[in-house]
């Protein structure tokens, strides 16, 4: 396993949660994003970041959560705030050596994948 998510859990709407992903001694991690994946739905990419520290966002979590990323611990975060309902789903991280930039938030960018950690909000 080269990526491992953490950190996620059950919260009430309103609530935040902050997911880590750590890629440990993986170098390919240039680009690094979010993913999430909802029942019966596609997986939705939310969030990437390249190792320079810039981000782009899903217009469906702009404002409400925010990606970082700390390059010596070659890890990733994710700060969810404000969560509602229909944000619950798997949440995995991907990371890849090169991501063009209309690929960022499409699955078939990344080519390394987490198990995935699950983020339950109830009403």
């Known amino acids: 396993v080269q990526l491992m998510e953490s950190g996620g859990g059950s919260v009430q709407a309103g609530g935040s949660l902050r997911l880590s992903c750590s890629a440990g001694?993986?170098?390919?991690?240039?680009?690094m994003a979010w993913f999430r994946q909802a029942p019966g739905k596609e997986r939705e990419g939310i969030a990437a970041?390249?190792?320079?520290?810039?981000?782009i966002y899903a217009d469906s979590v702009k404002g409400r959560f925010t990606i970082s990323r700390d390059n010596a611990k070659n890890t990733q975060y994710l700060e969810m705030k404000s969560l509602k309902p229909e944000d619950t789903a798997m949440y995995y991280c991907?990371?890849?050596?090169?991501?063009?930039?209309?690929?960022?938030?499409?699955?078939?960018?990344?080519?390394?994948w987490g198990q995935g950690t699950q983020v339950t909000v109830s009403s």
């Open positions: 001694n993986y170098p390919n991690t240039h680009y």
């Open positions: 970041i390249d190792k320079s520290g810039r981000t």
């Open positions: 991907a990371a890849d050596g090169w991501v063009p930039v209309w690929r960022q938030l499409r699955s078939d960018g990344y080519a390394t």
